[in-house]
């Protein structure tokens, strides 16, 4: 399998256990959107709480130009240590949310 290909089924490893976490406080659940013709991979939240309906996103990774981008990670212990953990290194991982200016610093891919 070569690298874009195992990339994708460790994004997709990662993430899939995201779908199972359940909430005590509102009714609702977390869902997958994984598109690999594209490379998006996200976890998003929908349900309610009373009468007020709740859409948002928990995790949104993309591969761009062969690395992998953490666009957006809400989780609490932040996803990229299992990313490297399941064999994804850090020269290959972008933290997409902090500014370019600030990469350098994170111990992570600049771009």
Same mark, same amino acid.
């Given at each position: 399998?070569?690298?874009? @290909?195992?990339?994708? #089924?460790?994004?997709?490893?990662? *993430?899939?256990?995201?779908?199972?976490?359940?909430?005590? @406080?509102? @009714?609702?659940?977390?869902?997958?959107?994984f598109?690999?013709?594209?490379? #998006?991979?996200?976890? +998003?939240?929908?349900?309610?709480?009373? #009468? #007020?309906? +709740?859409?948002?996103? *928990? *995790?949104?990774i993309?591969?761009? @130009?062969?690395?992998?981008?953490?666009?957006?990670?809400?989780?609490?212990?932040g996803?990229?240590?299992?990313?490297?953990?399941?064999?994804?290194?850090?020269?290959?991982?972008? *933290?997409?949310?902090?500014?370019?200016?600030?990469?350098?610093?994170?111990?992570?891919?600049?771009?």
């Amino acid at each position: 399998m070569d690298r874009l @290909n195992t990339y994708r #089924q460790i994004i997709r490893n990662t *993430l899939k256990p995201y779908t199972s976490i359940t909430y005590a @406080n509102v @009714n609702g659940k977390n869902r997958a959107a994984f598109d690999s013709d594209t490379d #998006q991979y996200i976890i +998003l939240f929908e349900g309610w709480n009373h #009468q #007020q309906h +709740l859409h948002s996103v *928990l *995790l949104h990774i993309e591969i761009v @130009n062969g690395k992998v981008w953490v666009q957006y990670d809400g989780t609490e212990d932040g996803i990229t240590d299992e990313l490297v953990k399941a064999g994804i290194p850090k020269t290959d991982i972008v *933290l997409g949310f902090h500014e370019p200016e600030v990469r350098p610093y994170t111990g992570y891919a600049i771009a």
